[in-house]
């Protein structure tokens, strides 16, 4: 069986792509791993940028999801044991607000509402890929649905399922950097209400971060597996009492916290990011470190350019040469400019050595005082390389 367009994979990435295709009129069949509404109850925190929020907009999405997103009007950038430190606010770059917390859930169910109003896609949930091989006419995924096996072709297939069917596929290298550092993730009630304000603070362990959302925070607290492994292990007063040594005094005391997970840092990123009639986005193309946001705002550039490629291309010459050609050098810059930045901003704080300190300190300060130097940050987090 031949489609035109297949998306492996339909969370909030795989999805936008679908939603972006409907909108432009391409037919599309999306495969998703998971039984219908299964992502719903997510309540992982999204870190949308300014920029994503734009992208929902156009699609007709924003408007169901403003109420529950929580905004980002505030940024407090620190580094523990130093004075110095930098404020970017929403209002000082003339923006409704810097980014946006939002659960995992929420968007998918969004997004799939936003999907069910069109006819021209196809979507076979509980949908198992096994199997992608990229060809010189068309692209082949093997699935299994129902007990029983499958296998779609192409003119383009899409692999945005954040990596879980790639395999070795012929043409493509995944390139991966382990930091030996983990994530713990979770929510957190504090004493002082968090005025729509994101901490980012660096310590030696790793950078330490609070999102507001709803009424609380949500936590991510990075360092060495073993480190982490530790606080992970504690009991929720001792993890209350660690934070509030490991954060300081800026939100007042932690009086709860949920349930918390953890899971391995790493920069990973394939090249290329396509093979003949394939195509790799989101984290499947490039996973990043945490420390700056930037990962799923990424991936849903990848979504929404690559969409507008295909519509611009006429169907006889999708997943060809030039078109994969085309696509790798409109997010190369991109894609590498956020990993570059990611991994610059953990070596450069995630270590306590002798000298390095003062300086860090002193570039916060600096960075508070340059106006220019922050605006450009704001359109680079905001919108990426076209910022």
Known sequence: MT????????????????????????????????????????QRALALSYGSRTILEKLGVWEKLERQATAINT????????????????????????GYVLSYGVLARALDEALAEFTGVTIIA?????????????????FNHQGQSH????????????????????????????????????????????????????????????????????????????????????????FLSQLHQHFGDRVGHFLSVGKRLTFPLKLSQLNPVTAPHLVVIGNAAQTMHPVAGQGFNVGLRDACELAQLIAATEPISWGQDAMMRAYQRSRKTDTQRGLMFTDF???????????????????????HLLKPVKSRLVRKMSFGSRG
């Open 345 to 367: 901003l953990v070596n450069l704080f995630s270590n306590d050595l002798v000298g390095v300190s003062g300086l860090r300190g002193m570039s916060l300060g600096m960075l």
């Open 126 to 142: 509980e949908a198992e890929a096994t199997h992608i091989d990229p060809g010189l006419e068309k692209a082949a995924v093997a």
């Open 151 to 238: 296998l779609l072709n192409s003119s383009l297939l899409v692999l945005a399922d954040g990596g879980r069917s790639l395999g070795d596929i012929a043409g493509i290298q995944r390139e991966t950097k382990m930091y030996g550092h983990d994530a713990l993730v979770t929510k957190v009630k504090c004493e002082l209400p968090h005025h729509n304000i994101a901490y980012e603070r660096f310590t030696p362990m790793g950078p330490v971060a609070l999102l507001p959302n709803g009424e609380d925070f949500s936590l991510v607290w990075t360092g060495k597996q073993a480190e982490v492994a530790k606080v992970m292990a504690l009991e929720d007063a001792d």
């Open 75 to 98: 940024i407090h950038i620190s580094q523990r044991g130093s004075f110095g430190r930098s404020l970017l606010k929403a209002q000082d770059h003339d923006l409704p607000a810097l």
């Open 3 to 42: 489609e035109p367009v297949v998306i492996v994979g339909g969370g909030p990435v795989g999805a936008t792509l679908a939603l972006t295709l409907q909108h432009k009129g391409i037919a599309v069949t999306m495969l998703e791993a998971r039984a219908e509404g299964a992502a719903y109850q997510d």
